[in-house]
């Protein structure tokens, strides 16, 4: 069984609707990444969290320890969003050592 | 705005033949990572890399792969004898301090092994 699941795998939204991806871990952790992989294949990190919610623009990611449960939300949606969404955890005494999902395909169409 | 580089972007080589990755991280980063990612699968852990030691590294890193900051400025991944199975994206990232911030990724080397 994989450590981090993502869901959904493949996502198509029209443009301006209302996004949220899911990530579950079955591992203690010590924080949760949420990165972003452009076509081209370029990564960038989104937020790191370790608990409660953090908000960048358009974007928000809530994490619930106890659930096990993180979620990335897309307000407003842009096709410019269009991008592989990936989430990561560092597991617990594991140091710096990030565990990928294997990623939410987002296609937000015009 | 800072950025981590990789060099170069696509390498090809023949399997069996030695291979070295090169990333320069933010200057002021004091941690260092490589990932790899295989076409269509997901970003996979390699090493981590801090006051020129590893840190730690996952069963990927075999001991054909090694890491060096050679001169305090770029940091590489050199892969003897490489295998077919090699083939993919290596991404390097760093940090300035753990546990406070996420990772910046360099844009990725792409490598081919024929």
């Known amino acids: 069984k994989n450590e981090v699941e993502q869901s959904p795998q493949n996502l198509t939204a029209q443009e301006g609707e209302f996004i949220t991806i899911n990530c579950s871990y079955s591992v203690g952790i010590s924080a949760l990444h949420w990165l972003q992989q452009h076509p081209g294949g370029g990564i960038v990190s989104l937020f790191m969290?370790?608990?409660g919610k953090k908000k960048h623009g358009r974007l928000i990611a809530t994490i619930n320890i106890q659930e096990k449960h993180s979620s990335l939300h897309i307000t407003a949606s842009h096709p410019r969003d269009s991008a592989v969404y990936i989430c990561a955890v560092c597991r617990n005494n594991a140091g710096n050592m990030l565990t990928f999902g294997g990623g939410t395909r987002l296609m937000v169409k015009p | 705005e800072p950025e981590v580089t990789q060099t170069p972007s696509h390498q090809v080589t023949q399997m069996g033949q030695e291979v070295i990755l090169r990333c320069v991280p933010i200057s002021n980063h004091l941690y260092f990572y490589w990932y790899r990612q295989i076409l269509g699968q997901k970003v996979e852990f390699l090493v981590s890399f801090y006051n020129n030691e590893i840190s730690e590294k996952s069963e990927i890193f075999d001991d054909r792969f090694s890491v060096e900051r050679p001169d305090g400025s770029n940091f590489t991944l050199k892969i003897r004898s490489t295998k077919l199975e090699d083939s993919a994206m290596y991404f390097c990232?760093?940090?300035?301090?753990?546990?406070?911030?996420?990772?910046?990724f360099g844009p990725g080397t792409r490598l081919t092994v024929t």
């Open positions: 990232a760093s940090i300035k301090t753990s546990g406070t911030v996420g990772q910046y």
């Open positions: 969290l370790s608990s």
